[in-house]
């Protein structure tokens, strides 16, 4: 055998000496991996990642096993390559495989932690693989590839960026693999020429060795450089991002909801039902409307509800929260609620009353992290301690814990802007700043009293109203002696379920109804209608053009048009104030028939009575 073949023998052959364990680096990775992205990803696709990755490597355990048992001589390893290659491609594939299973473009951690599990076992690839450059690149295209194509195919700056620092990285890898490859070849070489230089080759390989342990050195130092530089920004941007998600939930199920309690509410009006029948349908209303409590109660916990505030009572609010707040604590903390038997109305709105309770039930439950008792009451008290202006009656809400409690310094500072004692990424500061914001937008107040082992006490004041509890749906419109007038109604909503649901509900009242599926679409359609159109309901959020931005187009070309945003949540400032008076309103959606009549009627009483006033002008 000439001295090339020699020295490729030994080169698979140095493949094949490598400790089976460093296969199951990969499974005990991906697992690390998985475990950290149990909350946020399909656990059953993450253990059947684990999985796959664990067959992979026992697969690859047995290949190399049999080479040990078999030890065929050097004219027979060349098939043994080969199939050592093919192995370490298909782990390669397993890691591109999760790429484009958990890689989530809104998800930095999911991309952090794929991105350097894949970089620091290419890595270690490029050392224990330069014997056989064939199996490192099988290993690092299948792996490093995914992740390249799905980062550039986000397109945004930052994957570009990130695209681009991956195939720096490439160009490294190749450099150190060349290099260690050479450097192996020679030592091989060496040692067939000359048994003396045996002695060398060791060196060289210990070398070898040494090169990979500073390599994945760097690596994690540069990784935890890295996460100390993210976390301030995803401090910043973590209720921006929480935000964005339940606004994109709240948009997607209201959505449904609004066509599962219309059909329902047709339901009633046209069909006759049995007991059981009827009774089916009224669980149905009733699961809809918790559906649609929950979906409020996570945009108040993300501050995406639009604030509306009204008479309500905080009984009945934060009763309607036990449920979340003991998911919200978990099983280690006990929970007690004690609500007072009289009514508390306040001027509030719910979403940020919620917000109140949510945040200083999280901070509660931080502060007990082996365990404890949280404590909600409710009072009805004349006055508040230590505030001798703030006379009358007052709502008090107290959250109570046994935790850690807080210094006199702490409790000094407990309300400053991102003024925070948890380890970083634990909190953004702002929880108790909210509150305090919140409380004193309100006309209230707050008071925190705490000691050190002896847990804390919150305690929020907000005036009582003498004001009747709002109604939480609108009524539907009085019945008159006649129908009500026809009009033209250009409806823009991008569901095309609940588009249907909206239309067969005007049509019944004898409207003309024009549908569009988008902003767009909503305005080439009334620049082609040749008639009035009397209103426009919108969605808010729509492909192509929003709700908003067509809202003030259309208005601007037809002049006393009635608009109704039907949101599925809200932006806030991005919409107009709500004046049904000047022929603009707002029905959140789940909503109902009566609901959506009551709207339309009350908007277009206001348009026919501008284009009946010779003062006013139609369009």
Known sequence: MDLAAAVRAEQIRALYRQSRLILWANVAISGLVSAAMWWTASRASLLAWVAIMAIVALGRGELMRRVEALRPSASELEPWGRRFVLGSMIAGAVWGLGIFAFFEPSNATSQILLTFAIGGMTAAAAGTWASHPPAFWGYFACSLGPLLLRTLAIGDSAHLAMGGMLVAYTAGMARVVSTNHQTLTQALRLGLENTELLSRLSESRATLEETNRTLEKRVVERTAALERQAEALRDAQRLEVVG?????????????????????????????????????????LIAARRGADLIRQLLAFSRRQRIEPRVLDCNRVIGGMDRLLRRLVGERIYTSLSLSREPLLVVADPSQLEQILVNLVSNARDAMPDGGELRIITELVEGVPDHPEAKGKFALLRVEDDGAGMDQETLRRAFDPFFSTKAPGQGSGLGLATVHGIVQQNSGRVIVASEPGWGTQFSVYLPITDKPETQRSTPPPPLGSSPPRAATILVAEDEPTLRSVIRRCLVRLGHTVLLAEDGERALRMAAA??????????????PNLGGAEMARHLTLQRPGLGVLFIPGYSWGESLPASDPAAGVAYLQKPFDTRALEARVAELLAVRFSARENPGDAGS
């Open 244 to 284: 964005r998600l339940a606004g994109g939930i709240a948009h997607d199920f209201n959505n449904l909801l609004t066509i599962v309690m219309t059909n329902v509410d047709i339901l009633e009006e046209t069909q006759k039902f049995d007991a059981a029948g009827g009774a089916a349908v009224e669980e149905t």
């Open 529 to 542: 209608h040749p008639h009035a159109i009397d209103l426009l309901i919108t969605d808010v959020v729509m």
